[in-house]
């Protein structure tokens, strides 16, 4: 072939959650391969976000001793995905290679020095399924000494997990406890085992990173280490296809176009399109690019680019859906003060605009804001509300602030945060009919004597219960709104990216609106319509997935049978 600038066998778009995953494979079947990623920093919102990756039946759940198998997996994904419609991503035989895969792809990351381990405690969304686990089927990297990147340290995209004080650097599985602090000594030993870490740190030269940031960070450590070629900056505009075949890529390279020859195949890691308005109107109506929590590069051209050779898309619609609630000035950074925990709390509920309950709060983030979506159709509830008391405001984080009454005084006086001593009161406040949220709340407070919401079943599910106060009995979700003053702040459903894409198949291969392959062309990621279909099943239902199918794409692309 003549023309190209530069020959390797392998290009991956992106430096997602697969591509470094991809390449490592590649890597070991003796191929070259070349990652471009397009802005400054490598990652992805892979490495912003939390790390966890579903992957049932996996090496740590054996030497745990917790019982799982690829039938029980699958027993789960088909009582939850066997009826939906519409979800060309989810195949039956897809969601099969993913169960078989998944477990394989992690012991190949071990096998490359990449540190693993599983969250032993963290319900599935939908746990009370047939083949539905309490136990975690959620891997995440072990953390990770960024220092040990080198150079390549500034170029790893920050990972959201922080504590408030730099000092500390928890794990996820650290962090989660951390709200808890005021009113558990269990917690409140964590913090001094914390603190001794940190200083430890600090005297050796360390500086712990853990979610996203430990996974990538360790992927690039590993990729690195294999000379497997990322070059930053270097955005892919254009498929080059000869003779029906993607053959390679046009990229930038110093800011002039750059062709590249890809011997075994390309695969597109770029994510979604979740920082893209006009593609959110057209696909996602009603859901706006101010609520992502996705990172910049997630602009979903690459997908326009593999539509304009002919491939399928679907699930378009769908996103990872994350709860947030924006105190003035919150929804101008990138990162935003997610809510997923909020009302599904005690002495905390959701309510529409006209102060109806419409949801089981302690549902998925997904399934969250898709109620939201579904409910503003017919009752406007974008933004909805949380109503909530003052035991709430006692015990349990708000918008990113600690325990307790004393709230920045702008959030009251820019209406973000509402307040009055009686709900008809409050209600007032939110245009809303006092006597329907006075009726909406006791009925509920009647839910909590009885300890059983009949209405939507909240605290019914393992997963709901994990997600409220593990302290607060008899219910860990549902507890009396009665003390005033009360309290209001606005919920809007945000995303942590979208979540529908090409169609590819059980090889990762993208297909075209006929079911037939464009040769050389796989793909991954939220570029992706997932295989989890229109349904988050667990924790880690987009990262874990941009692995396996990374991994898959890189054997098949490599001839592994
Ligand atoms: C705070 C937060 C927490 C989260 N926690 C979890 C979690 O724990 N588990 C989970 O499963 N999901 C989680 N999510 C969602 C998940 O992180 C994303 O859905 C997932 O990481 C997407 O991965 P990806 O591999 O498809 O793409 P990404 O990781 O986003 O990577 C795509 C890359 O492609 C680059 N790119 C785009 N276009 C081009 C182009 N034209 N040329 C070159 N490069 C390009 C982008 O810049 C980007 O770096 C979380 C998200 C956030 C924000």
Redesign the pocket.
């Known amino acids: 072939m003549s023309g190209f600038d530069e020959a390797v066998d392998f290009v991956v778009?992106?430096?997602?959650?697969?591509?470094m995953c991809a390449g490592l494979l590649m890597h070991t079947l003796g191929k070259k391969v070349l990652i471009?990623?397009?802005?400054a920093?490598i990652?992805?919102?892979?490495?912003?976000?939390?790390?966890?990756?579903?992957i049932p039946n996996n090496r740590f759940m054996k030497r745990d001793g917790v019982a799982d198998s690829f039938e029980q997996a699958t027993q789960y994904l088909d009582a939850l995905m066997g009826q939906q419609t519409d979800a060309p991503g989810s195949t039956p035989e897809r969601r099969r290679t993913y169960l078989t895969e998944a477990p394989r792809m992690v012991d190949f990351l071990m096998s490359q020095g990449v540190k693993l381990n599983r969250i032993s405690y963290w319900p599935d969304y939908y746990d009370d399924l047939p083949g539905g686990s309490e136990p975690g089927r959620t891997v995440v990297a072990e953390l990770f000494n960024v220092n040990e990147l080198g150079e390549w340290k500034q170029k790893l995209?920050p990972t959201?997990i922080r504590a408030p004080v730099d000092l500390l650097q928890p794990s996820l599985e650290e962090m989660m406890e951390l709200p808890a602090l005021t009113r558990s000594w269990r917690v409140k030993a964590l913090l001094a085992k914390l603190v001794v870490r940190g200083i430890l740190a600090k005297i050796t030269g360390k500086h712990w990173i853990a979610?996203?940031g430990a996974l990538q960070g360790r992927m690039l450590q590993a990729a690195v280490k294999a000379g497997i070629e990322i070059r930053t900056e270097?955005?892919?505009?254009e498929l080059i296809v000869e003779s029906g075949a993607v053959k390679g890529v046009l990229?930038t390279r110093n800011g002039r176009p750059w062709r590249v020859e890809a011997r075994s195949g390309v695969l597109v890691?770029?994510?979604?399109f979740a920082r893209n308005q006009r593609m959110r109107d057209q696909y996602a109506p009603g859901t706006s690019v101010k609520w992502t929590?996705?990172?910049?590069?997630?602009?979903g051209?690459?997908i326009e680019e593999m539509m304009r050779l002919g491939a399928a898309v679907a699930q378009m619609d769908e996103r990872?859906g994350n709860q947030q609630t924006h105190p003035p000035g919150a929804a101008d950074g990138e990162?935003k003060p997610t809510a997923q925990a909020l009302t599904a709390s005690p002495h905390a509920i959701l309510v529409d605009r006209s102060g109806v309950r419409y949801m089981n709060e302690g549902g998925s983030y997904m399934a969250y804001c898709k109620a939201m979506l579904e409910r503003n159709k017919t009752v406007p509830a974008v933004p909805s509300w949380a109503i909530f008391d003052s035991q709430f405001m006692a015990k349990y984080w708000l918008a990113g602030t600690m325990p307790g009454k004393a709230k920045p005084e702008h959030w009251y006086e820019q209406g973000y945060l509402k307040k009055a001593d009686s709900i008809e009161a409050l209600a007032q406040q939110l245009q809303i009919e006092p006597a329907t949220l006075k009726s909406t709340v006791e009925r509920f407070n009647g839910f909590v004597a009885r300890n059983r919401d009949e209405d939507f079943h909240r605290g019914e599910r393992a997963y709901d219960r994990w997600l409220g106060d593990s302290l607060n009995k008899p219910s860990e979700t549902l507890g009396t709104i009665n003390q005033g003053p009360f309290y209001a702040v606005p919920i809007v459903p945000g995303d942590?990216?979208t979540y529908g894409g090409v169609v590819t198949d059980e090889h990762a291969r993208v297909l075209r609106t006929d079911g037939s392959v464009i040769p050389g062309l796989y793909a991954?990621?939220?570029?992706t319509a997932s295989v989890m279909g229109r349904f988050y099943p667990g924790?880690?239902?987009?990262?874990?997935p941009?692995f396996v199918w990374g991994y898959v794409a890189a054997k098949h692309a490599g001839g592994v049978k």
Request: proline content about 0%; aromatic content about 4%; charged content about 10%.
């Open positions: 778009v992106g430096s997602g959650g697969g591509s471009l990623e397009k802005t920093l990652g992805g919102t892979t490495a912003r976000s939390g790390g966890v990756m579903w995209q959201f979610g996203g270097s955005s892919v505009s990229a890691n770029a994510g979604g929590m996705a990172t910049s590069g997630d602009t051209e690459m990872v990162a942590v990216g991954t990621g939220v570029s924790a880690g239902s987009s990262v874990g941009s």
